[in-house]
């Protein structure tokens, strides 16, 4: 991506989401108060490369009328990473975990419209989500990025898989299985947990094995050059399933680019799926009031999910 595209999606992915005019019903409306308890990621010193900031500042922008969280927070300037963790009940839980990676640009973290909401979701889906605010690479300024890219990336990319081992070491607890641990992401957070699922940017420290995730969900990712240079994704002989979805309107992470790097995916075997929106644009979320298709992405990705075996069919077709 070009320096003046870099700067047009981060200009872009900060402003207000406007919400939608028609009245939604029916669905209980959390509040950021009433969210699962945030928690540190890392106890002691964090993996990756140093971060640090004077301070981590947040936002508050208007609340969709659809929002499950009842809330709109960005945050910047992180430097301590946290998570949540939305566990699905008992009584429904498939085994099946995720961390939840939102976007941002790498700038900010849309903390919830791009995680809590979806996190909210999926728990009534029976799958318990783990909803990362990692580390970001733009100071106060908000012009540049702090961090050269490489630095930068090998820490973000050690919180990512920070997360997936938390929901492997607590899955018992969870009612997880191990081997059904994924990741997924939005915009820039695809990037990250596309990086992941590719192993890039791994620290010499971690503990590959076991933070790799078993599937992927990349929600209009973040197709930096890094992940679709020459043999980035050729050099691979296993790569976990892929779940891909865009706007075909979307100007900052085009849907051409998408289809480009899922036929690459594709081409290696891996059981993926891609699924592209007329309508939506960029950073559309869930989905709702951005026309009738968009919103069942989400049913769409569960339904991959159970035809790749991860969730059990209850049904035959």
Same mark, same amino acid.
């Given at each position: ?5 870099? /700067? ?71 430097? &301590?990473?946290? +998570? ?12 099946? *975990? ?5 976007? !941002? ?20 889906? *029976? ?10 690479? +733009? !100071?106060? &300024? ?31 607890? %969870? ?8 990741? *997924?992401? /939005?915009?820039?957070? !695809? ?18 094995? %076991? ?11 973040? %197709? ?9 994704? =050729?050099?691979?002989?296993? %790569? ?36 592209? +929106? ?9 989905? &709702? *009031? ?21 969730? =059990? ?5």
């Amino acid at each position: 991506m070009n320096q003046s595209l870099l /700067f047009s999606f981060i200009r872009n992915f900060s402003k207000p989401f406007i919400c939608g005019a028609l009245a939604y019903c029916g669905v209980l409306h959390l509040t950021a108060a009433d969210l699962p308890a945030e928690r540190s990621l890392w106890k002691g010193v964090p993996g990756g490369n140093a971060i640090q900031f004077d301070k981590e500042s947040v936002r508050s922008h208007k609340v969709s009328v659809h929002s499950l969280s009842g809330s709109n927070r960005v945050f910047s300037q992180v430097f &301590e990473s946290s +998570y949540t963790i939305h566990q699905a009940p008992e009584t429904i839980a498939t085994g099946v *975990g995720i961390v939840i990676c939102p976007g !941002g640009a790498y700038r900010d973290v849309w903390l919830d419209r791009e995680g809590h909401d979806l996190g909210i979701w999926l728990q009534k889906q *029976g799958i318990t989500s783990l909803v990362l605010k990692y580390r970001t690479n +733009y !100071g106060a &300024e908000q012009s540049k990025p702090k961090y050269p890219w490489p630095e930068y990336l090998t820490a973000v990319v050690a919180d990512a898989r920070q997360g997936i081992q938390i929901l492997r070491n607590e899955a018992t607890s %969870l009612n997880l299985d191990p081997e059904k641990i994924g990741i *997924g992401g /939005f915009s820039a957070g !695809g990037h990250l947990a596309l990086s992941v699922a590719l192993g890039l940017y791994a620290d010499s420290g971690s503990n590959t094995e %076991l933070s790799a995730p078993n599937f992927a969900g990349l929600f209009y990712p973040w %197709l930096r050059d890094d992940l679709t240079s020459e043999g980035v994704v =050729e050099k691979h002989d296993h %790569l976990p399933p892929m779940f891909f979805m865009n706007a075909l309107n979307d100007r900052l992470t085009p849907a051409n680019r998408c289809i480009d790097f899922f036929t690459r995916i594709h081409s290696k075997g891996a059981p993926s799926e891609l699924h592209i +929106y007329s309508k939506g644009g960029h950073g559309f979320d869930m989905g &709702e *009031g951005k026309g009738a298709s968009a919103p069942l992405w989400k049913k769409s990705f569960v339904a991959w999910l159970t035809d790749t075996g991860f969730i =059990e069919r209850k049904t035959e077709y």
